[in-house]
């Protein structure tokens, strides 16, 4: 029993010593060394300088301002932290507070619907910049232009069949506003006894007559509407540039040149989600925007496609000498968000778009056509290229028309309503027109339409409140 | 013995029975649970959606080329990763070939002296930019500009003691080169029959002729050198814009007004790193650049500071014409980079600034100190309010001159010694001088120097060589 006694002794030692050895290898392996952890792969700490920002920013996107509004890193500072900018309508410090008859506001062409795209794509679209990132006023090839950029430019454009960009000159702007002008110096007469015409058709987007009168340069002059310049004049010569918006801001016609001469076209809207792609633009001019591709509106980018040599010049000398190049910052930025926006051959991004779109004008068109009050455009089937099937358009505005007869002035009928559009006189057309943007937030979009249902449903009530 | 022996089983079985007791504990408390490792605080996943952009800006930063250039993230891409960017004289595909009889290019006033600084703050001045961030083409009180920049504005201005800002009105530019022509713009007359005088004084600034002439307006016409413009006209019944750079540039002057009329003050060198502080800058229109000031040439921001309403207005109407606003992705890092600005009463910035270009210009002189054939610009000391002392100024160009009869084209002479400078006749003044920029990075002015006391030692050789 004695001897027994030991060998339990002698085998739970045994037994004992064997556990503290594993034990002090599963410690040794475990750990760095003797007592210091050692970090598994996805605790190492794999960030340095930007962990700070980083962190920043996340910690902002992640305030709530009650899911109506928006926090920004730069946004105003209350108690050491961003304020909430709330949307239209809610206010109150965490934008709680709702105002419920305030107005539908339908006037801007602010890109916002886009935004729940990009939130779902917050990985791939982030972008940091370090503080010491292209200081320089010039790229390594000495231009002020992103060479991998302009890459990403023929990228969209073929991928999307929306423009001729092989062999073509591209030049960037501050947005496609910058641009308009800068191609308008671009093509002017060198004559100042005969300055050049420079017209569009209405409805056209005011911007080309404010710029073109505002610069107020003795190469050109706004004259008007095309068509009207067209009835009494000969081109003969005569140096005009024709401005051509296809779709047509605010109609979202697709539009051609009336006069066949020096033509601006202005594309900022000829994307899938807006229009038909009825094949690739081959135009000697044409100029694009982000804030109609991508909705980054704030961003300020857009870029011209130029045919010839010689205007290509031109437009760039006038990039250069009106700022010395667009910001670094902002390519850098673009560059960032087109690399999403060409993932999946475009498809996840224009079918968002698209279906945003095409939801909101079925939507519209449903209450509308209950109206015989309000009509808006007629859209007609058309065959997209790019979603390989013939579909309607989904143009951004809905240009709404006033029929009855004492409705000359809509904006007011419409104001009544608690609307807010744009006035047709703001397009050189009648005010028994008003533009309506239908490319603002969900939020925005589901109180127009609330707005118009009410409208509507008010139509066969008295007139005289109206 | 027997009983000895089994004690010491005994003690050694309990010994060993409590360490692994220990180990147990240890096991549980260092872990989560059985099995799982517990993440230390420097372990926990603190980013989401950030990660992986903070993670690639790091790694582009990290790609060392040699030393002898840099890795953006927005680089011509080759084998899946940013190519380097080579500085001048450098090449190959790591930047560690170098082309030793290469020229000094000391051209550009490419503000790089800086990036060290902007390196050395690197967590401080990283932005991260969301794909959502702004997307608004305006801000939440509809304007086109950042609140809480305007507010870092302030912020420098009153701490470096520049510029009276209090009650001024802030407009924001894609670099002052932009306000630049606003000013004019704002500044000129409504009658195109009488157009107002543009005129700034030799050396001056090509960018005003340039953008003056380019431009075309009605409303103005560039007539040259002020001096010789009074010398030859009264004031009375016509209308002049004068433009006051001061410094200036290239000769880093300080200067006033000569005409007392209206005048647009360029301050882009009013920082105390090129200039002492005097007091703070009081005038009716005055404008600013970040690139001077942090070293952001690429970012493209500028300011103009202006008292009157009406005037303000129309800059302000310039900009919205010319591009709707600038960048709002520029206007978030320039306030990152404001804010680093500022810390420390701007001393960290102004200093290291400062003592770069000081370095500089002691160098600079002792070597042309030696030299009869070039001369530079005198500098006296004033007192500057900023470092509260009395000092010489550290111009950002040294503005050269070829004091040989024969030397007319300092240019070529400069050229023959592998240096390359802008020619007096860019600034209207006469090929005799030539500019010469002092800050770029630091390796540029160690060539520009290396080839300067080269060219200096040989002025006791052969004048015919020369």
């Given at each position: 029993m004695g001897k027994t006694k030991k060998y339990c002794y002698g085998l739970c030692l045994l037994i004992s010593v064997a556990i503290n050895i594993l034990f002090s290898i599963n410690l040794y392996v475990g750990e760095g060394q003797w007592g210091e952890k050692k970090h598994e792969d996805s605790c190492q700490?794999?960030?340095?300088?930007?962990e700070k920002a980083a962190a920043e920013a996340e910690a902002v996107a992640a305030i709530?301002?009650?899911?109506h509004g928006r926090a920004y890193v730069d946004g105003l500072v209350f108690e050491g932290q961003p304020v909430c900018e709330c949307f239209d309508c809610y206010g109150g410090s965490d934008c709680s507070?709702?105002?419920?008859?305030?107005f539908a506001d339908?006037?801007?062409?602010?890109?916002?619907?886009l935004e729940p795209f990009w939130m779902q794509h917050a990985t791939e679209s982030a972008v940091v910049i370090s503080g010491?990132?292209?200081?320089?006023?010039?790229?390594a090839d000495y231009t002020t232009m992103s060479k991998e950029l302009e890459n990403y430019i023929h990228k969209i454009h073929l991928l999307v069949?929306?423009?001729?960009?092989?062999g073509r000159y591209i030049v960037f702007g501050i947005g496609s506003t910058q641009l308009l002008n800068a191609a308008v110096y671009a093509l002017s007469s060198n004559k100042t006894s005969s300055p050049s015409n420079v017209l569009a058709s209405i409805?056209?987007?005011?911007m080309y007559k404010e710029q073109t009168t505002f610069f107020n340069?003795?190469?050109?002059?706004?004259?008007?509407d095309t068509y009207s310049w067209q009835s009494n004049n000969s081109t003969n010569n005569i140096d005009v540039i024709e401005f051509v918006t296809s779709p047509n801001n605010p109609d979202g016609e697709l539009k051609k040149s009336?006069?066949?001469?020096k033509t601006i076209y202005?594309?900022?809207?000829?994307?899938p989600h807006f229009t038909q792609i009825t094949g690739p633009s081959d135009h000697d001019l044409m100029i694009f925007t982000l804030s109609k591709l991508?909705?980054?509106?704030?961003?300020r980018f857009g870029w011209a496609v130029i045919k010839d040599k010689d205007i290509y010049e031109k437009v760039l000398n006038y990039i250069s000498i009106a700022d010395?190049?667009?910001s670094k910052d902002t390519q850098l930025r673009v560059l960032k968000l087109l690399k999403v926006a060409v993932e999946g051959y475009g498809k996840p991004l224009f079918e968002f778009a698209y279906n945003t779109m095409r939801e909101r004008w079925d939507r519209l068109t449903s209450v509308l056509?209950?109206?015989?009050?309000f009509s808006i455009q007629k859209r007609h089937p058309l065959h997209c290229n790019f979603f390989n099937e013939t579909r309607l358009a989904s143009p951004a505005y809905a240009w709404v028309k006033?029929?009855?007869?004492?409705?000359?002035?809509c904006g007011v009928v419409l104001e009544a309503g608690k609307i807010i559009g744009r006035a047709g006189s703001i397009f050189?057309?009648?005010?028994r027109y008003t533009r309506l943007s239908l490319i603002k937030s969900q939020y925005d979009f589901e109180l127009l339409l609330k707005r118009l249902t009410e409208l509507v449903s008010h139509e066969n009530g008295s007139i005289a409140t109206m």
């Open positions: 700490p794999v960030l340095s300088w930007s709530s301002c009650s899911g507070e709702l105002s419920p008859e305030c339908a006037d801007s062409g602010d890109p916002v619907f010491w990132h292209r200081m320089s006023y010039r790229y069949g929306n423009a001729v960009t092989e409805p056209f987007y005011p340069s003795e190469s050109f002059e706004f004259e008007g009336v006069l066949g001469g202005d594309h900022a809207y000829y994307w991508t909705g980054h509106a704030g961003t010395l190049g667009i056509s209950k109206s015989t009050r006033c029929e009855r007869e004492e409705d000359d002035d050189s057309a009648k005010d």
